[in-house]
C-alpha cells in the first residue's frame, strides 16, 4: 500500500493558473440544433465537455482568437 503525504507549511503552486477566471460562450449553429430531437440535444449537451477537452489545443490555434487566445476576437471588450 502506497502513502501520501502533505505538508501543511508548503503550498503547490502552477504556472499555468491564471489569476483570472472567465467564461466563454459556445455557439452551436441554430440550423444545426433545430435538427436534433430531443434526445439527440441531450446526447450532445452531454458529449460537449469531453469533446472541448479532446479539441481544446486546436480550438485554441484557431485564428478567430484573440492573441492571448485565451478571449475570443469578437469578445475582446469583455471582462
Do not use: C
Amino acid at each position: 500500500m502506497d502513502i501520501l503525504l502533505f505538508d501543511e507549511g508548503q503550498k503547490i503552486e502552477s504556472v499555468l493558473i491564471e489569476g483570472v477566471v472567465g467564461t466563454d460562450s459556445l455557439l452551436v449553429p441554430e440550423v444545426y440544433w433545430n435538427r436534433l430531437d430531443l434526445q439527440e440535444r441531450k446526447v450532445l449537451r452531454n458529449r460537449l465537455p469531453l469533446l472541448l477537452r479532446k479539441y481544446s489545443k486546436q480550438i485554441a490555434s484557431m485564428t478567430r482568437l484573440h492573441n492571448k487566445a485565451g478571449k475570443i476576437k469578437y469578445n475582446l471588450g469583455v471582462g
